[in-house]
């Protein structure tokens, strides 16, 4: 028969596996998932070209980079509570939707960050986060990338379309014709996608001076709408 010892009375399995969770090695992962998250935060504000920036969005990388990082040093001290946490997480959906593709970019970049961090891969954590943000600064900085516009021109004399064919032509790099509609009242709307020279937009005086024409109305287009 098994005697009860003093020590087995105030064995405690939530001690044992604090005991086996290195405090030090989790302390710099999330130090360093910290110092990442809060370099794609600059590199976010930076590089951001949307309609609205979000202050909430941009903290929330920092959070989840270290949440990332939290959550791979619990799992990798047990295969039971990493699977658990799998099956745990695979419930979770989040209903923000994300409009801009490079969100999803930044989103899956914090959370590749804070893995490598909690893995205690940090050296590749640290070198593939300094030349992904030198990439993004690069490219959305430095190269000139030229949107297209969309024109949507609204008139009442169906006349009037080879003057407004003429103007654009002279005045864009490239257009097309998207769409035309009839309107109510007998008006007529048509919408151009185009592409104008250096981003020349007093051509737009001259279509609205155009006899017939109601209105001009030039749109930018690089994911998102802004007038």
């Known amino acids: 028969m098994e005697s009860t010892t003093f020590k087995d009375v ?4 939530i001690l044992e596996k604090t005991s086996s969770i290195s405090i030090v090695d989790a302390l710099i992962g999330l130090l360093v998932a ?24 941009n903290i929330s990388l920092i959070i989840m980079t270290m949440t990332t990082s939290l959550i791979i040093v619990g799992i990798s001290s047990n295969v ?10 695979s419930i979770v959906r989040f209903r923000t939707p994300i409009k801009d593709p490079m969100d999803i970019v930044y989103i899956f970049w914090t959370i590749v960050t804070g893995i490598l961090c909690g893995a205690g891969f940090i050296g590749l954590a640290v070198t593939g986060s300094l030349l992904i943000g030198l990439v993004l600064f690069v490219f959305v900085n430095k190269i000139k990338i030229e949107n297209p516009y969309l024109l949507v021109i609204r008139y009442n004399e169906n006349s009037i379309e080879n003057s407004l064919e003429n103007v654009i032509s002279g005045n864009a790099k490239k257009y097309s014709l998207k769409s035309k509609s009839v309107m109510p009242g007998n008006d007529f709307e ?4 185009i592409r104008v020279n250096e981003n020349d937009m007093n051509f737009i005086n001259k279509v609205s001076a155009i006899e017939g024409v109601k209105s001009a109305i030039m749109l930018s287009y690089d994911g998102n709408f802004t007038a």
């Open 190 to 193: 048509v919408t151009y996608e």
């Open 80 to 89: 039971l509570l990493s699977l658990g946490m799998v099956g745990a997480l």
């Open 10 to 13: 105030f064995k405690s399995s």
């Open 34 to 57: 910290f110092a990442l998250g809060l370099f794609i935060f600059m590199i976010y504000k930076k590089t951001f070209t949307g309609v609205i920036y979000s202050q909430t969005f």
